[in-house]
């Protein structure tokens, strides 16, 4: 029962320790770890590098794989390069297994685990900001190895009582009950870091022999899809396909694996006897990795039709605005205002496109009646309901840093500002005939129309920063203008100049266009000021 209770504690201290890490990495790295996968994922190389040095900072495949849905569904990655994030992600996890093998099993650090963990708590406690999160690392990373020596004490006092001598004969039918134990043990730890770092500590004790803790291992590879597939279960299609890719990976590996099994265990050997590594930890270590570098030495080469089959099996059926909303992405309150950001965007190209089209129908002559309008004012009317969308995931986000405070506040005035945009078009648009309209108003009109197109491709290009000066200065101008052209159009209307129906539709025009640009300027502003890193 002590020995029970002993691999339990040394699980749970393991599992804890890796939890902090991860979770104080995280956050000290913070829009580092954005701007890393944004830097350093352009090709299929550099997606799979990238992937797997970012799991061996985090020391978490699981929080590497998470975290690309989230940048996937955000549209701060494409498919394909998520995909090789997580193939390199499957590689950088195995480095837990070195750490065990090499530095857990091979000496006593408890007693130098414990004086980290002071240190760390009262980093943790007496500091803050970095400090205390460097404080929470520490922590986590004495508990590792705290979590390691019970485990080795545990699976020592348990040799005599577990038997594995049954699967002694590593057949087909033993082979797949390993596996299958494998996947159990990954699921209930919900880590294959720590499945493979107790089947390591289960080798060490000579409960179990080599190739039976390679197919231990075989199974808590495919196991550790479990996570991401639970992850994934009402997600955005963004995020069901990088898990699905993340299962596809593993399951292809473990399918090989298991059927080469007795010539993948000689190669292993051979390899680890050219390297002078007889010891069977470091031959288990060895192997998880070599699983991984299979898996991807296989896939990397046919990484796109890899990724388009899994977007043939599960196509796309939001929209372009809504599609990146994924609630699984609210606990990263980075990438979430970056999702936000992004599908704002859409809705203000969606919300400028349609302007345009609907400004150029009613100059043509086109009464608000028409079918075209009516069309016109549906599309807008839909675009509203999804910026309420993109209003009801923004308020579930809660920042924790300055800099997502401040994208925020950029999100909440340029979605106001977008929101007050659109309902100028739908209604006041409508009501004010273009037709015939005094000449002086041409000329504002048109630059209006074309500020719009610039804004659009702006957004579209992400190249808004030359055209928000030019809105600033014409929004200026035009304000001016409204007051000069509103006081002479009365002046001019009582002299009996002007007919009084005319000077109201004039100046109903000039408060539209002043509105419509205020309100564009505004958007841009925030949207260039939610893009500063």
């Known amino acids: 029962m002590v020995s029970i209770i002993s691999a339990i504690g040394g699980?749970?201290?393991?599992?804890?320790?890796?939890?902090?890490?991860?979770?104080?990495?995280?956050?000290?790295?913070?829009?580092?770890?954005?701007?890393?996968?944004?830097?350093?994922?352009?090709?299929?190389?550099?997606?799979?590098?990238?992937?797997?040095?970012?799991?061996?900072?985090?020391?978490?495949?699981?929080?590497?794989?998470?975290?690309?849905?989230?940048?996937?569904?955000?549209?701060?990655?494409?498919?394909?390069?998520?995909?090789?994030?997580?193939?390199?992600?499957?590689?950088?996890?195995?480095?837990?297994?070195?750490?065990?093998?090499?530095?857990?099993?091979?000496?006593?650090?408890?007693?130098?685990?414990?004086?980290?963990?002071?240190?760390?708590?009262?980093?943790?406690?007496?500091?803050?900001?970095?400090?205390?999160?460097?404080?929470?690392?520490?922590?986590?990373?004495?508990?590792?190895?705290?979590?390691?020596?019970?485990?080795?004490?545990?699976?020592?006092?348990?040799?005599?009582?577990?038997?594995?001598?049954?699967?002694?004969?590593?057949?087909?039918?033993?082979?797949?009950?390993?596996?299958?134990?494998?996947i159990i043990m990954t699921i209930i730890m919900q880590s294959s870091s720590a499945a493979v770092a107790t089947t390591i500590t289960v080798l060490s004790a000579g409960t179990i022999g080599l190739e039976q803790a390679i197919a231990l291992v075989i199974g808590q590879n495919i196991g550790t899809t479990a996570t991401i597939a639970f992850a994934s279960i009402g997600a955005s299609v963004s995020a069901k396909r990088t898990a699905l890719a993340h299962i596809f990976f593993n399951l292809l590996t473990g399918g090989i694996t298991f059927i080469f099994f007795p010539f993948i265990i000689a190669a292993i050997r051979g390899l680890a006897s050219r390297l002078s590594w007889e010891d069977p930890l470091i031959i288990v270590a060895l192997f998880h990795t070599f699983f991984s570098i299979l898996g991807i030495v296989i896939l990397a080469p046919f990484i796109k039709q890899f990724t388009n089959f899994i977007i043939r099996l599960l196509p796309e059926k939001k929209s372009d605005i809504t599609k990146h909303l994924d609630s699984s992405i609210i606990s990263i309150p980075a990438v979430a205002t970056e999702t936000a950001m992004r599908a704002l965007k859409e809705a203000a190209i969606q919300t400028l496109e349609t302007t345009s089209l609907k400004a150029e129908s009613l100059s043509s002559g086109l009464p608000s009646s028409h079918p075209e309008i009516t069309r016109y004012n549906e599309d807008l009317k839909k675009i509203q309901l999804e910026i309420e969308e993109i209003k009801d995931f923004v308020m579930a986000i809660r920042t924790d840093t300055q800099e997502t405070t401040a994208r925020y506040t950029s999100l909440l005035h340029a979605i106001d500002h977008l929101e007050?945009?659109?309902?100028?078009?739908?209604?006041?648009?409508?009501?004010?005939?273009?037709?015939?309209?005094?000449?002086?108003?041409?000329?504002?009109?048109?630059?209006?129309?074309?500020?719009?197109?610039?804004?659009?491709?702006?957004?579209?290009?992400?190249?808004?920063?030359?055209?928000?000066?030019?809105?600033?200065?014409?929004?200026?101008?035009?304000?001016?203008?409204?007051?000069k052209e509103r006081a002479g159009i009365f002046e001019v209307t009582a002299k009996g100049d002007v007919q009084i129906n005319e000077a109201f539709q004039y100046v109903k025009l000039i408060l539209l266009v002043d509105g419509i640009t205020h309100h564009l300027w505004r958007i841009m502003h925030h949207i260039s000021e939610g893009n500063k890193e």
Request: zero cysteines; hydrophobic letters at 50%; aromatic letters at 10%.
């Open 420 to 483: 007050r945009m659109s309902r100028l078009t739908i209604h006041n648009l409508s009501e004010v005939k273009l037709t015939n309209p005094l000449e002086r108003i041409y000329p504002v009109v048109f630059q209006m129309e074309e500020l719009i197109l610039e804004s659009i491709e702006g957004l579209q290009n992400d190249s808004i920063e030359s055209v928000v000066p030019k809105l600033s200065t014409f929004s200026q101008e035009l304000a001016e203008f409204r007051k």
């Open 11 to 182: 699980i749970g201290f393991f599992l804890l320790g890796m939890n902090m890490m991860a979770e104080g990495l995280k956050t000290i790295a913070g829009d580092s770890l954005r701007n890393l996968l944004n830097r350093f994922t352009g090709g299929t190389v550099s997606s799979i590098a990238t992937g797997a040095f970012i799991t061996l900072l985090v020391q978490s495949s699981t929080a590497t794989s998470l975290m690309t849905i989230g940048f996937v569904s955000a549209g701060m990655l494409t498919f394909l390069q998520a995909t090789g994030v997580i193939f390199g992600a499957n590689l950088g996890t195995t480095s837990t297994g070195w750490m065990v093998a090499l530095i857990g099993l091979k000496f006593s650090v408890s007693q130098l685990a414990l004086p980290i963990i002071g240190i760390g708590m009262l980093l943790k406690q007496f500091s803050s900001g970095r400090w205390s999160q460097i404080g929470y690392i520490l922590t986590g990373f004495g508990l590792i190895f705290v979590g390691i020596q019970y485990l080795q004490e545990g699976m020592a006092g348990l040799n005599e009582y577990i038997d594995f001598t049954l699967f002694s004969e590593l057949g087909i039918l033993n082979r797949l009950i390993l596996i299958i134990i494998g």
